[in-house]
């Protein structure tokens, strides 16, 4: 599972949570990131935050 998430409470909290269960962990703090490891892993779930009137710079 890829997790596209930028606040790294919630990411730590989502590793913390399913990690233990099992789950095989890509972890990214950004799209970018996020993409990268989607093309190189090919992960089977990606699990992405959306956020609203923000841009990359």
Do not use: K
């Not at 998430?5 to 989502?14: A, G, L, S």
């Not at 890509?26 to 990268?36: E, F, K, N, P």
């Not at 992960?43 to 935050?49: D, L, S």
């Amino acid at each position: 599972m890829l997790v596209i998430e930028d606040n790294d409470e919630v990411r730590e909290f989502i590793r913390a949570t399913l990690a233990p269960a099992g789950y095989r962990l890509l972890l990214a703090a950004d799209g970018y990131v996020g993409v990268a490891l989607a093309q190189a892993e090919v992960p089977a779930t990606i699990w992405a935050t959306a956020t609203s009137g923000s841009t990359p710079t």
